[in-house]
């Protein structure tokens, strides 16, 4: 039990450096959604599910690749490193040409012609994340957590910052004087644009920073260790795209799929995505999870409890996730207030999404069969059915059910890739999981959702909230009963 409480330990320095970082950055969501409409909101959320692909396809699975063949023995001149940054680095030095020769052609075919900007913007975000991505492999491999979170956090602040500056302060002080220095800084004209140089900003700032990291270059590339990393990475280019086309293919459909006018359709389109950021809690606990398990997962294999270790990490981290569902859905109505009044008519769908990414969740620790056994190519075809899932659903549902069918496709997708990789699992990499231990705090945390909607109606409760903190107290107590022996024995470890 001690493990585990050195991976909770990881898991929450990443996770507060996440959860403040990503907070603030959320604390954007009603800024822009009380000073832009769904429609221009829609744009933003449009570029963002374009940039997930991308990211994925500049990375070339070198991230994992690298964990998994990183020179443990020499730290101080890792060749592993310097071969999966030089790579990735003229990916992406290509990449960034070659989108600025075809701006102007692909602004147009993206019906952005007026703001060919947009394209360029998000161009040089993605660069810069992705060189970024493989400096940040490297401080997670080295447990140097710490400067991993003050990095991430530093730009998300200057994000968040600037947004402020460019959103609210600019146009209040050019409305009084547009004469005044600010017109040097500001044009109106440029609008929901200042979000993405906002961000580009921070990128800069941000690869600044990981400068130092980047002296690996000189460490020297190596073609045999190449190779190798690249036939184990690429199957984690299609997992890594296959779970993009997961997570962010709603976003990119709604726009055509949806059956009404073009603007309507942003509008929906800018409703459900707000509406999404209503299941950030969950996401930042999966993401700081994800940062600390990978590393940790790879790093224990070698011990003989490494397979019950994982089982135990597994429960917990179920019974942690059903508290996030728990905290958003009982408590819905003061979560509410962080979207503008437009937005709040796609509240019906949070509740799904947050299932959805406990799923995912449950798949990145159920993964570990094909990773530590290197059977990406099987990982692969998981992440490839999910996707074809989430494809015909989505073609399928959006036109009948809207933003909803989105929703619901989300779920149906992740919830069968846990179910696949847990049978696949079983076979190649056996771990004894607690299946009905799981599942049963997965139903109570429905029923208890389930509980709230029902139980103002049926009893007349004059105050919602005072039965929200009942249901949760009842989570909490069971939770307790049946896990109090473990919970006792880390706690003392």
Not at 95 to 115: G, R, V
Not at 310 to 315: G, I, P, R, T
Not at 386 to 415: E, H, K, Q, R
């Amino acid at each position: 039990m001690g493990i585990i409480r050195k991976l909770a330990s990881q898991t929450a320095i990443y996770g507060i450096s996440s959860i403040f970082g990503r907070f603030l950055n959320y604390l954007l969501v009603p800024l822009y959604t009380y000073y832009f409409s769904a429609a221009e909101y829609g744009v933003v959320s449009e570029f963002y599910a374009y940039a997930g692909f991308f990211s994925v396809l500049l990375l070339f699975g070198f991230e994992t690749g690298y964990f998994r063949f990183r020179d443990k023995a020499h730290s101080g001149k890792d060749v592993a490193y310097s071969t999966a940054l030089i790579f990735v680095v003229l990916v992406n030095v290509g990449f960034f040409l070659a989108i600025l020769l075809i701006n102007s052609k692909l602004s147009t075919a993206l019906n952005y012609a007026n703001h060919p900007e947009y394209v360029l913007c998000f161009t040089l975000i993605l660069t810069l994340d992705a060189i970024a991505a493989i400096p940040f492999a490297r401080l997670r491999a080295e447990d140097r957590a710490f400067r991993f979170a003050g990095i991430k956090v530093t730009e998300i602040i200057i994000t968040v910052l600037l947004s402020l500056f460019f959103i609210i302060y600019c146009p209040k002080v050019y409305a009084e004087n547009p004469q005044s220095w600010i017109a040097s800084v500001y044009n109106p004209a440029i609008g929901i644009g200042y979000i993405f140089i906002a961000n580009l900003i921070a990128s800069v700032f941000k690869f600044v920073l990981l400068a130092p990291q980047l002296k690996g270059l000189a460490w020297g590339f190596d073609r045999e260790l190449f190779g190798r990393m690249v036939r184990y990475s690429l199957p984690m280019v299609v997992i890594g795209f296959a779970g993009i086309i997961n997570e962010m293919l709603d976003r990119a459909l709604l726009k055509y799929l949806l059956p009404y006018d073009a603007l309507t359709n942003m509008k929906m389109l800018g409703i459900y995505s707000a509406c999404y950021k209503l299941s950030i809690l969950m996401s930042l606990f999966i993401q700081a999870f994800r940062y600390a398990a990978e590393p940790f997962f790879f790093a224990y294999s070698d011990n003989s409890d490494a397979r019950i270790v994982y089982a135990k990490v597994l429960k917990f981290f179920v019974i942690f996730c059903v508290f996030i569902f728990l905290l958003v859905t009982l408590f819905i109505d003061f979560f509410k207030y962080f979207l503008g009044d437009e937005f709040r008519a796609g509240l019906e769908v949070v509740p799904i999404l947050l299932l959805a990414n406990l799923f995912l969740g449950i798949y990145v620790n159920l993964s570990i069969w094909y990773k530590l056994t290197d059977r990406t190519l099987m990982g692969a075809f998981v992440s490839l059915s999910g996707a074809t899932l989430t494809i015909v659903l989505n073609i399928w549902w959006i036109p009948l059910l809207g933003y909803v069918g989105s929703a619901w496709a989300t779920l149906a997708c992740y919830a069968s890739m846990a179910v696949v990789s847990y049978l696949l699992g079983r076979r190649y990499y056996p771990v004894a999981y607690d299946v009905k231990r799981v599942l049963g705090y997965i139903m109570l945390g429905i029923g208890l959702y389930l509980a709230r909607v029902q139980l103002p109606i049926g009893v007349g409760w004059q105050q919602p909230w005072l039965l929200s903190v009942e249901l949760m107290a009842i989570y909490l107590l069971v939770t307790l009963l049946f896990e109090r022996r473990q919970l006792v024995v880390m706690v003392k470890r």
